[in-house]
């Protein structure tokens, strides 16, 4: 753990920092990029998404995708030179869970209860939704997070591990 945390850490803010411009840049060419993700009334209120709007959702998450995998690859072999030898499975598990539990940590924190409830900057107010009481609904954002974090995490933990045991191999 001593190796890993010096490595595992400036990659978690270098994800949250990648994944918060990614997320804030698609906003900026499509406010609607992320509507399924609001609350329901304004979801409703807004209505469906734009062609845009789906087309930069779409390019945010392969962006995202790609982040998901590039940061843990070069975290792995920062951590592996770091050591000189195989990592095998745990330090890639654990690696992946604190640099995902982080990124959700950000996401919640950050980008939903600081950014959209509180500060809410116009690139996140939908036109026509203006004012609604549900931009400050943080409990929205916690009910949303939480179940799919307590699978996510350690899931995407066991495929970073599994990942580095693979490549380890192969």
């Known amino acids: 753990m001593s ?3 010096p490595v595992v850490l400036p990659s978690a803010a270098l994800l949250c920092a990648l ?3 990614v997320v804030l840049g698609g906003l900026l060419i499509a406010r609607d990029a992320l509507v399924p993700d609001y609350p329901p009334a304004i979801r409703e209120r807004y209505g469906p998404r734009s062609a845009l709007g789906t087309h930069v959702a779409r390019l945010m998450g392969a962006a ?4 998901f995998a590039a940061v843990p690859v070069a975290g792995m072999l920062l951590l592996r030179e770091r ?4 990592l095998g499975f745990w330090p890639g598990f654990w690696f992946g869970v604190i640099v995902f539990a982080a990124l959700n940590l950000f996401d919640l924190l950050v980008l939903d ?3 959209f409830c509180t500060v809410r900057p ?3 107010v939908l036109p026509g939704t203006e004012g609604m009481a549900e931009y400050g609904d943080r409990a929205f954002h916690a009910r949303v997070l939480w179940p799919g974090v307590l699978i996510a995490v350690p899931g995407y ?3 970073i591990g599994a990942a580095t045991v693979a490549v380890e191999w192969w």
């Open 3 to 5: 190796d890993l945390l």
């Open 19 to 21: 994944f918060g411009a």
């Open 64 to 67: 995202n995708a790609v982040l």
């Open 83 to 86: 050591t000189g030898a195989e």
């Open 113 to 115: 209860w600081w950014l």
């Open 122 to 124: 116009r690139i996140l």
């Open 157 to 159: 933990g066991a495929l």
